[in-house]
């Protein structure tokens, strides 16, 4: 499943500088995930590297985006490529 980033974010900047894909987006007032870019870093690190970087813990699974690990294994083969 994707990613999403809660109200608690306090815009530090951390997580956006750790994300493989560029999935975090500044936005007004906390930053977002886009859900089409994020893999939660399968095919990258072993762990999503925001959650491992964010301070205030606000980053969590996105409820309306739920994909199983193959899913992400896809989705990494497909931007692997435009990125």
């Given amino acids: 499943m994707a990613l999403m980033i809660t109200d608690e974010c306090i815009a530090c ?3 956006r ?3 493989p894909t560029g999935a975090i987006e500044e936005s ?5 995930i886009d859900p089409d870019l994020c893999t939660e870093c399968v095919g990258f690190y072993d762990e999503p590297a925001c959650i491992a ?3 205030v813990d606000c980053i969590v699974p996105d ?3 739920v994909e199983n690990v193959e899913e992400l294994k896809f989705k ?3 931007l692997e490529k435009e990125l």
């Fill in 13 to 15: 900047d951390a997580c």
């Fill in 17 to 19: 500088e750790e994300c």
């Fill in 28 to 32: 007004d007032p906390v930053y977002i």
């Fill in 53 to 55: 970087v964010c301070p």
């Fill in 63 to 65: 409820p309306d985006n």
């Fill in 76 to 78: 990494f083969k497909h």
